[in-house]
């Protein structure tokens, strides 16, 4: 029923998100952090970058996002703006759970009495109609990222951009928002990249998973994941891929080692 | 909403499980309603107001042991009876409120002045590097030195008049108004503004609807000391500028009292403005601190 191609959807249509040789530097003498990145991301594609810490992953989406600028290559996105998710919630601690998605829409121009409903809407979307009134502080972690994502589908972007945004949660609140994202994804047939040091994550959601080295961050191997959704994280089909991509991330790791 | 599915995917991926069902399980048990800390009238008495009136007997207490045991002449400490009857009758013959109300409202004027020029300053040196680099050292050693060290210098330029006071109010409250949003502005996490961005917040939007609201608690902290400052500097400046063309205040109230060696008239000054000062901080101050701290989640409420 929640059958999906799992290739590079429209091949013709206008990619996404590109990477063209992207390099990014911090320091002008220090190592590279980005070196010569490219990637493509269809409309409506899931892809996972993964990698260990140092692989440049956030830097890349922080790139795309449009929160700097790349020391060399380029950078275009189909959006004018990408949404994006924080490994926080980052929601703003003095407005209601309404009130966050509210301002995204606000930022977007939408009317007032218009904002009501549709922050209404996408509250239910996320499985939290009943939470509007509440503040932050007055809601669980898996709650306020589920405000978070609302808060990210309010933006109205065809890009969502995700940064570990399940890292801090426990198993079982993770797994139930992996369900609630592949829902929302086939739903609002988005274009999303999402970052993780995962692995099982990555399987579990993507339909293509790109493994990154470090210093410097790297594009390694990519695997498509021809599993259907919704997939089980301790799947065996999951688990298979998984031990693979694990082994290479493993290898990978362990070039820094001498 | 919970709905049942159990789906049969290739590749053995079966996936039995009512998500939806699971997630509202997780939710309700993740805010399980807090025992509520539901405050009775007899459970305030006995926490909040029970102690201070308890510590305030002892002190009159021993007080009057000490008057009894005439460490000092009676003229120079008064027991609490005496003191006590010089008080009803400044309320009586309503010296104490005339002196309260002159006093509170050139406060009240002060601060509020206080609370326009130091906004002004604080935004100004957030906003500009310079401008921080510039005045804030001298900004900082002004709340720091001693307002009652104007009073000469303000009396020789105005003369003893409102303005004379006004400008020591000022000197003691404005540093503390525009560091108080400094450090509000400071305490934003660095996030917060990332969040304005990815939501396409122009910076002017970015400043109304994040960044300000953000500083609120650092800016509540600055305007409370900068009402403290501003209540000290004006009693400071009473006390010196007595003239009979200016309203009389609590602290010329005190002044009087030392002209006229009249101890019990000298403690019922220093009460009032005590009073006074504590009912600002308890009406004022706690309150609204309270609501901004609670609407983020930053006190437990005890």
Known sequence: MLARTTGRGGEDAAPAVRAEGVSQTFDR???????????????????CLLGASGCGKSTLLNLIAGLNRPTAG??????????????????????????????????????????????????????LGGQSDKRPHELSGGMRQRVALARALAQGSSVLLMDEP?????????????????????????????????????????QRVVLMSSRPGRIVREWSVDLAQPRAIESPGVGALATEITAQLHQEISRHGH | MATDTTLDTPRGTTVPRSSRAVEAGLDALDTAAVPGARRSVGRVLVRSVMPPVVFLAAL?????????????????????????????????????????????????????????????LGLAMWSSRWLRAAVGPIVSGLQSLPS?????????????????????????????????????????????????????????????????????????GGLRQGWAFAWRSLMAAELITYS??????????????????????????????????????????????????????LTTGR
């Open chain 1, 29 to 47: 003498r220090g190592p590279a952090v980005l070196d010569g990145v490219d990637l493509t991301v269809a409309p409506g594609e899931f892809v």
């Open chain 1, 74 to 127: 380029r950078v275009t996105v189909a959006a004018d703006r990408p949404a994006l998710m924080f490994q926080e919630p980052a929601l703003l601690p003095w407005l209601t759970a309404a009130g966050n998605v509210e301002l995204a829409l606000k930022a977007r121009g939408v009317g007032r009495p218009e904002r009501r409903a549709e922050a209404g809407r996408l509250l239910r979307v996320v499985n």
């Open chain 1, 166 to 206: 399940f890292a801090a949660l426990d198993a079982i609140t993770r797994d139930v928002l992996h369900e609630e994202l592949i829902r929302v994804w086939t739903e609002q047939r988005l274009a999303v990249v999402f970052v993780t040091h995962n692995v099982r994550e990555a399987v579990r959601l993507a």
């Open chain 2, 60 to 120: 009159v207490g021993v007080w009057q042991a000490v008057y009894l045991a005439k460490v000092k002449p009676t003229y120079a400490l008064p027991g609490p009876a005496t003191v006590w009857q010089t008080f009803l009758d400044t309320v009586q013959d309503g010296r104490a409120a005339e002196a309260v109300w002159t006093s509170v409202s050139r406060g009240a004027v002060g601060f509020a002045m206080s609370l326009v020029i130091g906004t002004l």
């Open chain 2, 148 to 220: 009652v060290a104007w009073v000469p210098a303000a009396i020789i330029w105005f003369q003893l008049s409102d303005a004379a006071i006004y400008t020591v109010v000022l000197l003691g409250a404005v540093p503390s108004i525009a560091n108080g949003l400094l450090t509000g502005f400071r305490q934003v996490p660095p996030l917060f503004d990332r969040v304005g961005r990815v939501l396409g917040l122009s910076a002017p939007g970015r400043v109304r609807y994040v960044l300000l609201p953000a500083a609120l608690p650092g800016y509540l």
């Open chain 2, 244 to 297: 009979p063309t200016l309203g009389q205040g609590l602290g010329q109230l005190l002044d009087i009292g030392r002209e006229l060696s009249q101890m019990s008239l000298v403690i019922t000054s220093i009460a009032l403005i005590l009073i006074v000062g504590v009912a600002i901080e308890l009406l004022v101050f706690a309150p609204l601190e309270r609501r901004v701290l609670q609407t983020r989640g």
